[in-house]
């Protein structure tokens, strides 16, 4: 069963705006959770994480958020720039795991002029 | 400064042939981790090391092996390949210890016909 789903397949955004992507997980044992952002023929590249122990984080453009209660986390790009454009995955790892990741199925991600 | 190389980047193999996938590190990290990724799907974990000397079964295993050859090197092994082991393969290093993002290599597309 998928622990982690992200349930947004696309998201079209304009540029300057806002782009908020969304993840929920099943598992109460997650206690790290990550976003990665995938360029085609390329590897995903880390981009911002947050512990269970937070509920914001932020890294210049990109902040994430999380709500324990409602197991959901997402991830906010201000300003959304056309470099922005990716498939961004959500993905998370469990207490004493050795740092194994679960992750979603990602959201394609188009910033438009 | 490479980080993750994974060889070779590309790969066209015919059913029941074998074939070994490297993957070496210059981060100096501990734990390495063989992921694949499907159309449409989060990356999957195959298999991991924790550290030196372990390696341990992720979520998908069957049908490969590996081979932690030193601190900077982890291989996957297809004994004999089969068209459902056509996907994307990744490779991925993380330091070690609470909170640590992995980092990726940039992929070996597998084709099995």
């Known amino acids: 069963d998928q622990q982690v789903k992200q349930n947004s397949p696309s998201l079209s955004v304009q540029e300057g705006r806002i782009s908020i992507l969304n993840c929920d997980y099943t598992?109460?044992?997650?206690?790290?959770f990550l976003w990665y952002k995938k360029y085609p023929a390329e590897g995903p590249t880390f981009l911002i994480s947050?512990?269970?122990?937070?509920d914001k984080n932020e890294d210049g453009r990109f902040t994430v958020f999380l709500n324990k209660s409602a197991k959901h986390l997402s991830l906010h790009i201000v300003p959304s720039q056309p470099g922005d454009s990716a498939v961004y995955f959500c993905?998370?790892?469990?207490?004493?795991?050795?740092?194994?990741?679960?992750f979603g199925a990602g959201t394609q991600v188009v910033v438009t002029p | 400064n490479a980080g993750v190389t994974q060889t070779p980047k590309f790969q066209v193999l015919k059913t029941g042939q074998s074939m070994t996938l490297q993957c070496a590190q210059d981060?100096?990290?501990?734990?390495m981790y063989w992921y694949r990724q499907d159309p449409g799907m989060g990356l999957r974990l195959i298999y991991y090391?924790?550290?030196?000397?372990?390696?341990d079964k992720g979520e998908v295993p069957n049908g490969y092996n590996v081979s932690r050859l030193n601190k900077r090197e982890f291989s996957l092994r297809l004994e004999s390949a089969a068209p459902s082991q056509t996907s994307v393969y990744f490779c991925?290093?993380?330091?070690?210890?609470?909170?640590?993002?992995?980092?990726f290599g940039d992929g070996t597309r597998l084709s099995i016909l």
């Open positions: 598992n109460s044992m997650f206690d790290y």
């Open positions: 981060m100096n990290h501990n734990s």
């Open positions: 993905a998370a790892s469990a207490i004493d795991s050795w740092g194994k990741l679960q």
């Open positions: 090391s924790a550290s030196e000397g372990t390696t």
């Open positions: 991925a290093t993380r330091l070690g210890g609470s909170n640590q993002p992995q980092h």
């Open positions: 947050i512990s269970s122990i937070k």
